[in-house]
Every structure is written in C-alpha cells, then in structure tokens.
C-alpha cells in the first residue's frame, strides 16, 4: 500500500460496515464475459532485445529506495527492496507475465498440476533436475515442508506477516523421488500458484530463530542467477553478483549494485554518473525528457520563477546606495548564476538517459472511513462516489504523461488480467442530480447555523493543516488585505487576482506545472481566472454541516496527490459536500491517520495481484469485534464490509474451476463497488531514468524483472532488434 510517490510502498496485499441502510442498490449481473480482461492499459517499456545483443560483463547501477531491515519478504518490515533481491536470487515457482498472470519458471519447475482433488487437493511439483542451492544441495521437499511449516500459522515463535494459502496445507511429502513433492491441502485451495514463490532454503524456515534472525541481515544460501555478495549499510548498498552454481542462462551482468537514493536526490544522482537506473517522479521525468530533447533549459531550473520585473529589481538593488543591501544581492545573483551553471550541466549529462514508461501495477483509489461519522451512512458514501468525474481524475495525472488516462474499473484487478472488468455500474458514474438527491434522502438539507469557514465554497479552497494541526504558511508572498491573491498579470500588465477560496487551487496548479511539466491541457496559464465552480449552497442536518476531513500527505512527491484532492474538492463542492484538507508528514500518514481510522476522506494506493481471492480478502473483509473489544479490520482501513463479500472471498478461494472463480471475483468486485467504501481512480504512473545503453529493464510493468537478460547493448547492435531468444527466455 502507498501512496503516490511517497512510501510505505512495500507493504503487500496480503498482511489493507456496510450498514443495512434503506438504500436500493442496483441489481448485479453476473459480471460480464470473459474477454472482458482486455490487454494491459500500456505495454512494459524495457528496452527489450535478445541475449545474443546484450554485451557480457559490466555493473548495472540501481536506485532503490532503502537497503532493507530484511531479506526475508514473509516479515512485517519487508520492503520493495525486500522484493527486488529475492526475486533476483531466490527461486520462485511462479512469475507473473506482462498481463499480470502467473507462469511457470521452467529454471526451477519442469511441471506442477492438480493430480487429486478427492478426498482432498493434491498438487504434485516436479523439480528442475539442475535446480540447486548456492551451498551445492539440491532443492527438495525438506525446502517447501519448511516453508509451510514456518508459514502455516500454527507456531507463533514464527515472526510472520503473512501466511495466507499454508493454513491450507495438511502436509508435504517427498514424491517418488527426490525432484517430486506432493502437497496435500485441508481444504480446496485455488490460488495455489501463489505459494513457494519465493522459495527460502531449509537453513532459513527450519526453526524460528532462523526465521526471525538468519535473513534479516543477510543470505547465505541462495538459488538464482545472482547471489547477495555484500551489504554494505554504511554506504547504502545492496551488492548482487553472479551465481557460479547458476544452472539456467548465463546472467549477462556481472554485478547488479542496488543503491539507496532519496527520490528528490535522483535526478542528480543520474547526472552525477552515480546509478544508471531509478524510478522517479513526474519532475525528475521532465528534466530527462527536456534534456533529451533541448527543452528543459536554464528556465526550466534555478531561476526558472524570475520575471523581467524582479531581474530589474535586483539589479537595482545591486547596484544601490545600500551598501549591506548591495552585497546581499551581489552574493544572491553570484550563487543563482552557479546554480544555473550546474543545472546547465547535469542537464548535459542527463542526455545519456531516457525515460521509460508504463502503468505501475498499483492503482489510487479514494478511501471512505465507513466506521463512523458522516460517512457511516451509505448513502453519503454513494453521494460522495456520484460526485466525483474519475475520468477527469485521472487525465489530471496520467494525461500530463503521456500514459493512458483511464480510470480502474475494479478493485479487485487491473486491465489484462483475467479477472479483470469494469464492474462500476454497480455503483453509477458521475451524476450530479442524483448525488444531491441521495443527500436529500440522507436528510442533509441546504441552509442551517453553517458557520463561514465550514461552508462547501471555503471547503473547495481550502489550504489544509500541517502535521501540527495548525494552518500551513502559504508560500504565495502576494497576499493582499482585501483576501484576493496576485496570481499574476494578463498581456497588457493589469493585476489578474484570485479569491481566497480559489488560492489552493492556484497553489495545486503551481505545484502541478512544477511536477508535470506545465503540459498542455495540465492546468491553465498563469494568470487565468478561476473557472467558475458554481458550487452548491452548503448543506447541514442536526445543525451540523456537511463537511468531511480529508487527510492527506505533504512529503516530496505528494504533488500529484495535492492536484487530484483540489479537483475532487471541488467536484464534492458542486453537489454541497464540504471538505476539510489536512496535510500531514509522511511518517504519520498511514500509522496515525490511516490506520487508526482518523479520517474520513483519504488518497492511497494498492498493488495488484494476480490471486485477489487470497490478496484482497483482508483488505474488503467485513471488521469484527476482537477479543479486547477493539474493531479487528485487518487491511480494511475503509471499515466498510459484508458478509456478502466475504461468502463470495471464500467461494473463490475454494474453487478450482478458473471459469467460475472469475466469475466469483467480478462478483465481489461489483458488492464492493456498490458498498462505496473506497472508489478506485487511476492506475498509477511508472517512470524509469534509464542509461540508453542499458537493455531489458526499465518499467517492468506488470512483469517480473527477468534479471539474467539485463544488461549493456553492444557496441554497433540497435535496440529493437530481434535475435533468436526472446528477452524473457521463458
């Protein structure tokens, strides 16, 4: 779970009330047909080639955002970079292809299937004959009945975030020889392709001190085409090496050195010369492109806020009688011209680099905290959802990017998947009338002892709070004492001024032309009055006023959040829902706020899964009274369930009919759509920095990295060309 550009985003899926109002909701079909999945929104975007024009040898230098507290991906604090190690040197029975469905790793797997399923299922694994771990002994079934056992929930010395699918399992055995294992399953299991991926050894699972401590600092047995060779805490780096004992295909590079870098810092890192590799944000992405292409000058850099009247001032103050004055200006416009300088060549440097780009596996959605105060009824909730134009919502992030701008049509799977429909008219699109007509029946009327600072127009300009509670400073100098703020001059010098209800929105679009670019379409010229909102008269009830808390985060990178909130404020104004913006610190998004419950509208993402029976359940299962009396909502940070959902969750899982666990999946997906405790918005951006010589990586997409094809193209080949494998080699 994350939100967008700022983390925790390594938490997984599977470690995220819906009241009996008098609400008709409309009637669910059995959800569509099973071509419906479609391809992917965007292809994956890696450069790719055939081995035979990847160049042997060379280091392959990777940004990522931590070097991990662990290595091992079954603990609470396992994080991305968790993720990218074991996948590059651990085995794993499945990987998932570029439309997000599970394949099977011929390196480790010659066959599995379903071999009984009465009295009970029975998957019988026949190994790769060469599969062998670093230290020489071959992987077996003393491997998988560790992993379960350590993963089954049964013993909790075991320090386990997650063990969803091995509370299934009834035992492992060996088969008819060494390279079978037989898993027997209690209970029918479909998602069992989800298990053994990845694969720990026996040193790791076998007892519990070596699962809660003998990989959390290191690996000392691996079976991949890379092998951890050194980690290195003091410097921030991860150092992956070739796999001697490697029984596939020769890794084409010899050493993979992942680094930890700030995402603020990677522009910089690139151009250094430091990485060669990093996802970044939408700003960073910018100067590439503008590097590549001669667009992103000195005025897209230090100075880029300077007009010809405020050049004028300081030249004047330069060159004044105020000797003090004078200098402080001389060293100001000294150390803006080094600035400028340094921009000038790191945006040189930047040249070798392009950016790669696809849809992240992962979509925003906005949360509505069911659990209690105005959105516990299911008709605000509804109210709130018919509100909102999604379409709009996710052009104002996608659009600026050149990525396709279409809003997710389900919580439960991504387009491509198989599972994969839009399942949102069970919940209706954007309609105004009807928003404002579940209002009415909720009993929210216009009028009433609605005070100024709570009425839907303030609401929609809202600054928001810090993390401290307190209003946060604008950093629009302009401020008049009338409330208008100077957000520019139109072409013959006048003042154009902004009402104090539309100054957020001015900022939103000033930070957004900063993270995007200022694309065409983004937001309109400086200078541009306010479009008219017409919002609606503020609604009250009770003597109350129909004003929501929406909480979100303030760290680099939230930009793109910032935007999306400013327009859903003001859509939410339109039918006469207030909002109260609240921007708090990274480190207390989640835990404080999210988790806890203490919001009532909020912005965050979820990755996708190609198993949403075993992945999703946590995150829409109905809370349930735990035995202290607290709310047990697992992943539910919503709070919004039913008993419906959850039958249907369980169906899926236990079924080993493809055809009908799909249809199961739409199912849910359209009662989730229909109990609006969360909508889903976009699917989220993925941009890549990548050295133009680097192959086969990039914006993997939904892919799992194929790490032995990575490398540099040689010298005379071009990107593009075929030759005879492909880049999967799978």
Known sequence: MSHDGVGP????????????????????????????????????????????????????????????????????????????????????????????????????????????????????????????????????????AAQWRALSGKDSAYWTARNAGYERIEKIERGDNDLEVRVTFKRTYADWRSLFSPLYPKDVMGTPDAFNDGARRKLKVTAGPFVVKKVDRKNDQVRLTRNTRWWGRPAKLSEIVLTAVPRNERASALAAGKIDLAEIDPAAAQRVDGAANGTAGPLAGPGSGRTAAKALRSWALAHGSDEDTAEDEVEARTELREQIAKWEEQQKALRDFEVRRSLEPAYTQLALNGADGLLADERVRRAVARALDRKELAKVVLKPLGLPAEPVGSHLALAGQDAY????????????????????????????????????????????????????????DSADGDGTYVVGEDDKGRTARRSDDDRQLAQDGKQFKQVHGGAPGAYAPKGTAAPAAAPAKALAKDGKALSLRFVLPSGPGSEPLAAVAARITRMLAKVGIGTDITKVSDESYFKDHIASGQYDLALYSWPGSAFPATDARPIYAKPVPAADGSLSVEQNYTRVGTDQVDQLFEQAVSTLDEGEKRSLIRKADSRIWAAAGSIPLYQRPQLTAVRKSVVNAGAFGFQTPVYEDMGFLKKGAKKGAKASASPSGK
Not at 86 to 101: C, E
Not at 102 to 126: F, G, I, M, N
Not at 425 to 454: M, R, S
């Open 9 to 144: 985003r390594a938490v997984m899926r599977s470690v995220a009330f819906l009241t009996a109002g008098a609400l008709a909701v409309p009637l669910l079909s059995g959800c569509g047909s099973a071509d419906e999945a479609g391809k992917p929104l965007a292809r994956q975007d890696i450069a790719p080639v055939g081995r035979a024009l990847v160049a042997e040898g060379g280091t392959l230098r990777w940004a990522v955002d931590t070097v991990p507290e662990t290595f091992n991906t079954f603990q609470s604090d396992a994080d991305a970079t968790t993720t990218r190690v074991a996948q590059a040197v651990l085995p794993s029975m499945y990987r998932l292809d570029a439309t997000g469905r599970p394949q099977r790793d011929s390196d480790y797997l010659e066959s599995a299937k379903v071999v009984d399923t009465e009295p009970k299922q029975v998957v019988l694994y026949k190994l790769n004959q060469q599969a062998v771990w670093s230290d020489g002994r071959e992987i077996g079934a003393a491997d998988f």
């Open 421 to 476: 429909a839009d399942n949102s008219g069970a919940l209706g699109g954007q309609d105004t009338a009807e928003a404002q007509a579940l209002l009415a029946d909720a009993g929210w009327v216009p009028g009433g002892p609605v005070k100024k600072q709570e009425n839907a127009e303030k609401a929609a300009g809202s600054e928001g709070k810090k993390a401290d509670g307190k209003k946060g400073d604008s950093d629009d």
